[in-house]
């Protein structure tokens, strides 16, 4: 007797949730509660649900009577309406059901299964408590009869595995069994599901279009990214149609001061057959377009949340039509898995006893907290001594993985060394980037802050011996001072959250430290790519992509700024997460195209979200960071102004094209080839263009012109202001003096012949060079204010054209070696006044003639230079 005429169907859930539930929200999501009414008896109706009429209009007698029971029948089992005795549902078969379940259809049923498939969204809530009410103790559940097949299987074939026939008790074990995460990890999260029930808990809501369209389902699947099971979305065959699946995290109380999350997510979908998009609070963040990769391939997302209200939607949309390039990789279904939201680190500070909130033990030797009475703070401190790493060269680490806020915190510590480069030092690095290196003596307790960017990181402490790899000989060679003792003692860690530390959360509003009251902050995201311009040397032209991760802000300052969320010019649109950011398409920003000019490139938009520096472009983005010539776009270039990483200021960089800066092309005029413009981004010298980012290959089609002073001055890890000797008796070469990868083959420490004295001298042979034309380097770097000289031995096998040796200083050849020396000889060269590059270069074929004219020389020396007994002597 349901129609739209009587109260009883609705288009919508949610009209249907407002028309029969007090609790309407509730009822939404799937799971309604009982509320005190002012006459202290506990409703969930408004309606009855017998005859639809609002309760609130029917006569006292005509409600009894419509809820009386008279000689009913007790061969079957009916829903009960009681939710504050049965919360989950249950279906009875007691013989109390009222009259009018008899006498309609849809009431009463053979089974309980069958009675709580139709009537009750928690069927596994209601399952268990009839049976524990039923007088039938051997129940067991019996499968319903199998759906249709489809095209699109929801898990492979052996697991034969269908919704209805579902064992509760077997998949809570199968759940603790297969779970990779430990209880503690779970303890660590605010939100966690990876629906190992095998159905969504109440909090999620699950909608689609047409209501008869299939909705999401929790299956058990081979490919789960996180136990057994994952979420699929419905399988849809109508065109238009879209499954729906969302949740309101501000049920979980703790995310209401915002969080991480990830989820991971395999996307069987290619446009323009469907698309799986991510939203929070209607804000598209991420759109899945093509297939993620293979069968079992996840991708995993990750979101900074604010602190306020969060809705997350994961929305599938079927358009219908195949294509005949459809991506053969598309098949079986999309799926979600492992969604976790950890709360933010916050401030914390390590006590004297405390142990575990720091990992002390990923070394080759531990860090202990032992008693200090010297200790900065209280009576222990952390410490690591070098003897205890057993081995040549190792380190002691220690670790902390935090997650910050959106405004970016602090990380503080105090450290006492006792040590000495490069016998030992310690560093402290952030997601392996160092940030602070303690190589020589404290006098004190020195105290570091360092600034942490929003988002997931490591911070570790470690204490390396021999971190230049050295031959043990020269370690022990190393003259320490008496009172050395190799170790690192850490003190006073303390971390500040910028998000957490000046704001509090009163009743769902932000307040500032100066009780301003502002808005709730939004969720930090970045809005998925729809557009975006790409600028060539030739033309201009346009694509549509997709972004593919999510790129974290980031933040120097160690106070957080008061909030202000300002109105955009008409033009402009604000940016969800960076507040002060207004562009004209917030889809720009972290796509790894660099959008070099304001305003993207601004401070206020986290410089473009990241994609104008190396050090900050999101490889995962939608162009990836590496755009090459020969592809649909760029060149996009690097105009790196992030303070940390670049100095690049348009206003003083005054040229046609910024996107050529940093695209590995030299420019030589213009304007580029300027120390305003960082000397094109680095492209004009050898040394600086980046062949991994450039879009040109580095010094092909555009020849090298180095201004850079930093590198003609040549400042390289073996400047030596002081005399020095090397006769290379150690066997091996000194690594803080000399360089000798930098060519096609390396010079090497040789013994094979009589030296000029002792045992050793260094060698390089044409032999080693495997090209047709190429070199071996030899390089020292000599630094001193009145200039020197430099004096070697050297005995040469080799003859032109085959090979030869030259010396140069800087960029200059001042001799060269052509032909076979009568044994070692000794020869000077005079040091100009300053830093200089001195190199001994082998070249083969330093002509680069053809082997057919090689031949008409003859047969070539042995080819080898040996050199030995390098000084140089100041003036």
């Given at each position: 007797?349901?129609?739209?005429?009587?109260?009883?169907?609705?288009?919508?859930?949610?009209?249907?949730?407002?028309?029969?539930?007090?609790?309407?929200?509730?009822?939404?999501?799937?799971?309604?509660?009982?509320?005190?009414?002012?006459?202290?008896?506990?409703?969930?109706?408004?309606?009855?649900?017998?005859?639809?009429?609002?309760?609130?209009?029917?006569?006292?007698?005509?409600?009894?009577?419509?809820?009386?029971?008279?000689?009913?029948?007790?061969?079957?089992?009916?829903?009960?309406?009681?939710?504050?005795?049965?919360?989950?549902?249950?279906?009875?078969?007691?013989?109390?059901?009222?009259?009018?379940?008899?006498?309609?259809?849809?009431?009463?049923?053979?089974?309980?299964?069958?009675?709580?498939?139709?009537?009750?969204?928690?069927?596994?809530?209601?399952?268990k408590t009839s049976f524990e009410l039923s007088s039938l103790s051997d129940y067991e559940p019996v499968p319903s009869p199998a759906g249709e097949?489809?095209?699109?299987?929801?898990?492979?074939?052996?697991?034969?595995?269908?919704?209805?026939?579902?064992?509760?008790?077997?998949?809570?074990?199968?759940?603790?069994?297969?779970?990779?995460?430990?209880?503690?990890?779970?303890?660590?999260?605010?939100?966690?599901?990876?629906?190992?029930?095998?159905?969504?808990?109440?909090?999620?809501?699950?909608?689609?279009?047409?209501?008869?369209?299939?909705?999401?389902?929790?299956?058990?699947?081979?490919?789960?990214?996180?136990?057994?099971?994952?979420?699929?979305?419905?399988?849809?065959?109508?065109?238009?149609?879209?499954?729906?699946?969302?949740?309101?995290?501000?049920?979980?109380?703790?995310?209401?001061?915002?969080?991480?999350?990830?989820?991971?997510?395999?996307?069987?979908?290619?446009?323009?057959?469907?698309?799986?998009?991510?939203?929070?609070?209607?804000?598209?963040?991420?759109?899945?377009?093509?297939?993620?990769?293979?069968?079992?391939?996840?991708?995993?997302?990750?979101?900074?949340?604010?602190?306020?209200?969060?809705?997350?939607?994961?929305?599938?949309?079927?358009?219908?039509?195949?294509?005949?390039?459809?991506?053969?990789?598309?098949?079986?279904?999309?799926?979600?898995?492992?969604?976790?939201?950890?709360?933010?680190?916050?401030?914390?500070?390590?006590?004297?006893?405390?142990?575990?909130?720091?990992t002390l033990t990923n070394g080759m030797a531990p860090f202990r907290l032992v008693p200090d009475e010297d200790a900065l703070f209280g009576s222990?401190?952390?410490?690591?001594?070098?003897?205890?790493?057993?081995?040549?060269?190792?380190?002691?680490?220690?670790?902390?993985?935090?997650?910050?806020?959106?405004?970016?915190?602090?990380?503080?510590?105090?450290?006492?060394?006792?040590?000495?480069?490069?016998?030992?030092?310690?560093?402290?690095?952030?997601?392996?980037?160092?940030?602070?290196?303690?190589?020589?003596?404290?006098?004190?307790?020195?105290?570091?802050?360092?600034?942490?960017?929003?988002?997931?990181?490591?911070?570790?402490?470690?204490?390396?011996?021999?971190?230049?790899?050295?031959?043990?000989?020269?370690?022990?060679?190393?003259?320490?001072?008496?009172?050395?003792?190799?170790?690192?003692?850490?003190?006073?860690?303390?971390?500040?959250?910028?998000?957490?530390?000046?704001?509090?959360?009163?009743?769902?509003?932000?307040?500032?430290?100066?009780?301003?009251?502002?808005?709730?902050?939004?969720?930090?995201?970045?809005?998925?790519?729809?557009?975006?311009?790409?600028?060539?040397?030739?033309?201009?032209?346009?694509?549509?992509?997709?972004?593919?991760?999510?790129?974290?802000?980031?933040?120097?300052?160690?106070?957080?700024?008061?909030?202000?969320?300002?109105?955009?010019?008409?033009?402009?649109?604000?940016?969800?997460?960076?507040?002060?950011?207004?562009?004209?398409?917030?889809?720009?920003?972290?796509?790894?195209?660099?959008?070099?000019?304001?305003?993207?490139?601004?401070?206020?938009?986290?410089?473009?979200?990241?994609?104008?520096?190396?050090?900050?472009?999101?490889?995962?983005?939608?162009?990836?960071?590496?755009?090459?010539?020969?592809?649909?776009?760029?060149?996009?270039?690097?105009?790196?102004?992030?303070?940390?990483?670049?100095?690049?200021?348009?206003?003083?960089?005054?040229?046609?094209?910024?996107?050529?800066?940093?695209?590995?092309?030299?420019?030589?005029?213009?304007?580029?080839?300027?120390?305003?413009?960082?000397?094109?981004?680095?492209?004009?010298?050898?040394?600086?263009?980046?062949?991994?980012?450039?879009?040109?290959?580095?010094?092909?089609?555009?020849?090298?012109?180095?201004?850079?002073?930093?590198?003609?001055?040549?400042?390289?890890?073996?400047?030596?202001?002081?005399?020095?000797?090397?006769?290379?008796?150690?066997?091996?070469?000194?690594?803080?003096?000399?360089?000798?990868?930098?060519?096609?083959?390396?010079?090497?420490?040789?013994?094979?012949?009589?030296?000029?004295?002792?045992?050793?001298?260094?060698?390089?042979?044409?032999?080693?060079?495997?090209?047709?034309?190429?070199?071996?380097?030899?390089?020292?770097?000599?630094?001193?204010?009145?200039?020197?000289?430099?004096?070697?031995?050297?005995?040469?096998?080799?003859?032109?054209?085959?090979?030869?040796?030259?010396?140069?200083?800087?960029?200059?050849?001042?001799?060269?070696?052509?032909?076979?020396?009568?044994?070692?000889?000794?020869?000077?060269?005079?040091?100009?006044?300053?830093?200089?590059?001195?190199?001994?270069?082998?070249?083969?074929?330093?002509?680069?003639?053809?082997?057919?004219?090689?031949?008409?020389?003859?047969?070539?020396?042995?080819?080898?230079?040996?050199?030995?007994?390098?000084?140089?002597?100041?003036?």
């Amino acid at each position: 007797h349901y129609s739209l005429s009587n109260s009883f169907l609705y288009t919508t859930l949610e009209e249907c949730c407002q028309e029969w539930f007090i609790n309407a929200w509730e009822c939404t999501v799937g799971f309604a509660t009982a509320t005190s009414s002012s006459g202290g008896e506990e409703t969930l109706l408004l309606r009855d649900p017998f005859t639809g009429v609002l309760l609130s209009e029917m006569p006292p007698s005509e409600m009894m009577e419509s809820s009386s029971s008279s000689g009913a029948s007790t061969n079957g089992f009916y829903p009960s309406f009681d939710m504050v005795t049965y919360p989950e549902g249950a279906c009875l078969n007691d013989g109390n059901q009222p009259d009018i379940y008899n006498t309609h259809e849809g009431y009463m049923f053979e089974s309980i299964q069958a009675c709580c498939h139709d009537w009750f969204i928690d069927e596994s809530g209601c399952e268990k408590t009839s049976f524990e009410l039923s007088s039938l103790s051997d129940y067991e559940p019996v499968p319903s009869p199998a759906g249709e097949e489809t095209d699109y299987p929801t898990w492979p074939a052996e697991f034969d595995y269908d919704d209805d026939d579902y064992d509760y008790d077997d998949a809570t074990a199968l759940q603790e069994e297969s779970s990779p995460m430990t209880s503690q990890e779970e303890e660590s999260l605010s939100f966690y599901d990876s629906f190992e029930s095998g159905d969504f808990s109440h909090y999620w809501r699950l909608t689609s279009s047409p209501y008869s369209a299939d909705n999401w389902e929790a299956d058990q699947s081979a490919w789960a990214y996180d136990g057994s099971y994952a979420a699929r979305p419905g399988v849809l065959s109508e065109p238009g149609s879209e499954s729906n699946l969302s949740i309101s995290l501000e049920d979980v109380h703790s995310l209401r001061h915002g969080g991480y999350l990830t989820f991971a997510i395999h996307a069987s979908v290619q446009k323009p057959v469907d698309v799986l998009t991510f939203s929070i609070n209607d804000n598209v963040i991420r759109t899945f377009e093509e297939v993620t990769g293979d069968e079992g391939d996840w991708e995993e997302v990750s979101v900074l949340l604010h602190a306020g209200e969060h809705r997350l939607t994961w929305l599938y949309q079927y358009f219908g039509g195949m294509t005949s390039n459809i991506d053969q990789r598309r098949v079986g279904n999309s799926w979600l898995d492992a969604i976790k939201v950890r709360p933010y680190t916050g401030d914390v500070t390590i006590g004297d006893d405390d142990d575990t909130t720091l990992t002390l033990t990923n070394g080759m030797a531990p860090f202990r907290l032992v008693p200090d009475e010297d200790a900065l703070f209280g009576s222990k401190t952390f410490i690591a001594r070098t003897r205890d790493i057993d081995a040549s060269q190792g380190y002691a680490e220690m670790s902390w993985e935090v997650y910050i806020g959106p405004s970016g915190g602090v990380i503080s510590f105090a450290a006492f060394a006792s040590l000495y480069a490069p016998r030992d030092v310690c560093e402290f690095s952030i997601d392996g980037v160092p940030q602070i290196i303690i190589a020589t003596f404290s006098d004190e307790w020195e105290t570091h802050q360092v600034a942490i960017g929003a988002g997931k990181h490591e911070l570790k402490w470690k204490l390396i011996k021999n971190f230049a790899g050295l031959n043990t000989a020269i370690i022990d060679d190393v003259d320490v001072p008496s009172d050395y003792q190799g170790y690192v003692k850490l003190d006073g860690f303390n971390l500040e959250d910028n998000s957490i530390t000046h704001i509090v959360i009163e009743e769902d509003v932000m307040i500032a430290v100066d009780e301003e009251v502002v808005d709730v902050m939004p969720t930090t995201t970045v809005a998925p790519t729809t557009t975006t311009t790409t600028t060539t040397k030739d033309t201009t032209t346009s694509t549509t992509t997709t972004a593919t991760t999510t790129t974290e802000e980031t933040t120097t300052t160690t106070v957080a700024p008061t909030i202000n969320f300002v109105d955009c010019p008409g033009d402009l649109s604000p940016v969800e997460g960076l507040p002060g950011c207004c562009v004209e398409e917030p889809s720009y920003l972290g796509d790894g195209a660099c959008d070099p000019r304001a305003p993207y490139n601004t401070e206020a938009c986290a410089f473009d979200l990241g994609d104008c520096c190396h050090e900050t472009c999101n490889l995962d983005s939608a162009y990836g960071c590496k755009t090459k010539e020969g592809g649909e776009y760029g060149p996009f270039g690097f105009f790196c102004k992030d303070p940390r990483y670049g100095n690049m200021d348009e206003t003083k960089c005054q040229v046609e094209n910024l996107e050529w800066i940093g695209d590995g092309g030299c420019d030589v005029s213009g304007g580029y080839n300027t120390p305003e413009c960082g000397y094109d981004g680095g492209d004009c010298c050898e040394e600086t263009c980046d062949p991994e980012y450039g879009f040109y290959p580095c010094g092909a089609n555009q020849a090298y012109v180095c201004m850079d002073p930093s590198v003609l001055e040549k400042e390289t890890k073996s400047d030596s202001p002081f005399a020095f000797s090397d006769g290379f008796e150690s066997g091996v070469f000194d690594p803080l003096r000399w360089d000798v990868d930098d060519g096609d083959a390396e010079w090497k420490v040789d013994d094979s012949r009589a030296a000029a004295q002792g045992n050793y001298y260094i060698s390089a042979r044409t032999g080693d060079i495997t090209p047709k034309f190429g070199t071996a380097k030899l390089k020292h770097g000599i630094q001193s204010l009145g200039g020197g000289v430099l004096s070697f031995d050297i005995q040469a096998l080799i003859q032109i054209p085959f090979d030869d040796l030259i010396i140069m200083i800087d960029d200059d050849i001042v001799a060269e070696f052509s032909s076979v020396t009568d044994g070692w000889e000794s020869h000077s060269l005079d040091i100009p006044t300053g830093p200089h590059l001195v190199q001994w270069v082998h070249r083969k074929n330093p002509s680069n003639m053809l082997d057919a004219d090689l031949n008409l020389f003859g047969e070539p020396e042995e080819g080898v230079t040996m050199i030995d007994n390098i000084s140089f002597r100041p003036l």
